[in-house]
């Protein structure tokens, strides 16, 4: 009675001519998509911040994750100790500066 609403079903082959390869270009396609806009700039990103920490040296002013800023005094293999008061130093690791201030920046605050 209602057949009119439900079409008909018809037999259909088992697979259509390419469509394996429709689905590999597809999921190539994928692949580059999260390669370029997630992969590549995250790469690239942590190899400027482990640039940026092999270069740190005395006498830097930085800028730590939690946003304290201060003076290198003393750089070690994994720590360095940051003066950010007159006479007040802290150890901080080396992973967690977030970028070196130009000099004269601490003055002018």
Do not use: C
Not at 4 to 20: E, K, V
Not at 89 to 99: F, G, I, L
């Amino acid at each position: 009675m209602l057949e009119f609403l439900i079409p008909a079903a018809h037999a259909q082959d088992a697979s259509p001519a390419g469509g394996g390869i429709a689905q590999i270009v597809m999921l190539v396609g994928f692949v580059l998509i999260f390669y370029f806009l997630l992969w590549r700039p995250q790469s690239k990103r942590a190899k400027q911040h482990k640039q940026l920490i092999s270069n740190l040296s005395k006498g830097d002013e930085i800028v730590i994750g939690g946003g304290l800023m201060g003076r290198i005094t003393n750089v070690g293999d994994d720590f360095l100790s940051m003066e950010i008061a007159e006479g007040t130093e802290v150890n901080v690791q080396k992973s967690s500066v977030a970028a070196v201030l130009p000099k004269g920046t601490l003055k002018s605050i």
